[in-house]
């Protein structure tokens, strides 16, 4: 069965990865749009593809997006566009508030094309400091504050609100610290990786107490692609990561000890917000949709490492 599908925020990382994904399908015309503002066109599928196609497009303003949209009459919509990062999400909030305009523009054109389904990329942000550890789907409450996790709060809001009044369709993938090849190297795991390969200084936030969880990039872009092939979490929303939790300080001196580095751990001031002392999702729903074992941290490490994106 041929299918038609947009994916927004396709230069980016997470975007980028299942771009790759999906054009192993033949039977998958994947259409690309970026503003390229943090996207890169680097890390677009290569060679040219025969399944593909990239177009440069701000999903924020209407006059780029619609033409897009009402040219190919997409099947499905995998939105990933988004200002991403903690640091730069607080330092540009304003842009941050702007992509909420876009997802009201992508939802007004998928209900008037014909979407049968759009795919959102929300995030472990709109959990804020949980009270609940893991947390569920369901039954963790929404404690988010910063604008990135708002943007991404009234995203969801938008998607459900859509379902009811207009019967269009969605998933939501809450994502939960993706990394692998191809991620910039401003992000804790690439950061690290990049400094112990190089020999610097090591720096942490704080006393490093902080716990994390990593999920490498192919157990995440596996999972969500099984969504829409197998017809799986209509309507619904799934934590997309790991449950194997670890400290920021454990982090950095795994990657020194597989690396060998001599680089030194150094601690700076803690955040004044945006880092959250505790996130570990329940990934029951993740685990049955990959449906073979994750990718261990020491794996997606060396991994990463083997790429030979970050030897810089």
Same mark, same amino acid.
């Given at each position: 069965?041929?299918?038609?599908?947009?994916?927004?925020?396709?230069?980016?990382?997470?975007?980028?990865?299942?771009?790759?994904?999906?054009?192993?399908?033949?039977?998958?015309?994947?259409?690309?749009?970026?503003?390229?503002?943090?996207?890169?066109?680097?890390? %677009?599928?290569?060679?040219?593809?025969?399944?593909?196609?990239?177009?440069?497009?701000?999903?924020?303003?209407?006059?780029?997006?619609?033409?897009?949209?009402?040219?190919?009459?997409?099947?499905?919509?995998?939105?990933?566009?988004?200002?991403?990062?903690?640091?730069?999400?607080?330092?540009?909030?304003?842009?941050?508030?702007?992509?909420?305009?876009?997802?009201?523009? %992508?939802?007004?054109?998928?209900?008037?094309?014909?979407?049968?389904?759009?795919?959102?990329?929300?995030?472990?942000?709109?959990?804020?400091?949980?009270?609940?550890?893991?947390?569920?789907?369901?039954?963790?409450?929404?404690?988010?504050?910063?604008?990135?996790?708002?943007? /991404?709060?009234?995203?969801?809001?938008?998607? @459900?609100?859509?379902?009811?009044?207009?019967?269009?369709?969605?998933?939501?993938?809450?994502?939960?610290?993706?990394?692998?090849?191809?991620?910039?190297?401003?992000?804790? #795991?690439? &950061?690290?990786?990049?400094?112990?390969?190089?020999?610097?200084?090591?720096?942490?936030?704080?006393?490093?107490?902080?716990? &994390?969880?990593?999920?490498? @990039?192919?157990?995440?872009?596996?999972?969500?692609?099984?969504?829409?092939?197998?017809?799986?979490?209509?309507?619904?929303?799934?934590?997309?990561?790991?449950?194997?939790?670890?400290?920021?300080?454990?982090?950095?001196?795994?990657?020194?000890?597989?690396?060998?580095? /001599?680089?030194? %751990?150094?601690?700076?001031?803690?955040?004044?917000?945006?880092? #959250?002392? @505790?996130? /570990?999702?329940?990934?029951? /729903?993740? &685990?049955?949709?990959?449906?073979?074992?994750?990718?261990?941290?020491?794996?997606?490490?060396?991994?990463?490492?083997?790429?030979?994106?970050?030897?810089?």
């Amino acid at each position: 069965m041929k299918r038609t599908i947009l994916v927004t925020g396709g230069a980016g990382f997470v975007g980028s990865c299942m771009v790759d994904k999906l054009i192993e399908d033949p039977d998958n015309y994947v259409v690309i749009v970026d503003n390229l503002s943090t996207g890169n066109i680097e890390r %677009l599928p290569n060679p040219q593809g025969t399944n593909w196609k990239f177009i440069k497009c701000n999903c924020n303003e209407y006059r780029d997006l619609a033409p897009v949209m009402s040219s190919y009459k997409f099947d499905y919509v995998f939105h990933y566009a988004a200002v991403v990062g903690v640091k730069r999400t607080l330092e540009n909030p304003v842009a941050v508030l702007s992509d909420i305009q876009g997802i009201k523009y %992508l939802l007004d054109l998928s209900k008037n094309t014909g979407v049968k389904r759009v795919f959102f990329s929300s995030s472990s942000e709109v959990y804020g400091e949980p009270f609940e550890h893991p947390q569920n789907e369901m039954t963790t409450p929404l404690n988010s504050r910063l604008p990135y996790a708002v943007v /991404k709060n009234v995203g969801e809001a938008f998607l @459900r609100s859509y379902k009811q009044e207009f019967d269009l369709d969605y998933t939501i993938f809450r994502f939960f610290n993706t990394y692998g090849p191809k991620q910039s190297s401003d992000f804790v #795991m690439t &950061r690290f990786i990049k400094a112990a390969l190089s020999g610097n200084d090591i720096t942490i936030f704080g006393d490093g107490s902080q716990t &994390r969880t990593f999920c490498y @990039r192919n157990d995440n872009v596996d999972a969500c692609a099984r969504t829409l092939y197998d017809n799986l979490h209509l309507n619904d929303t799934v934590n997309i990561g790991s449950d194997f939790e670890v400290s920021v300080l454990q982090l950095a001196q795994m990657i020194i000890d597989i690396t060998g580095s /001599k680089s030194k %751990l150094v601690h700076l001031p803690a955040l004044k917000e945006g880092d #959250m002392t @505790r996130r /570990k999702p329940d990934i029951g /729903k993740m &685990r049955h949709l990959l449906g073979r074992p994750m990718t261990t941290i020491e794996q997606g490490i060396k991994l990463t490492i083997e790429s030979g994106q970050y030897n810089y």
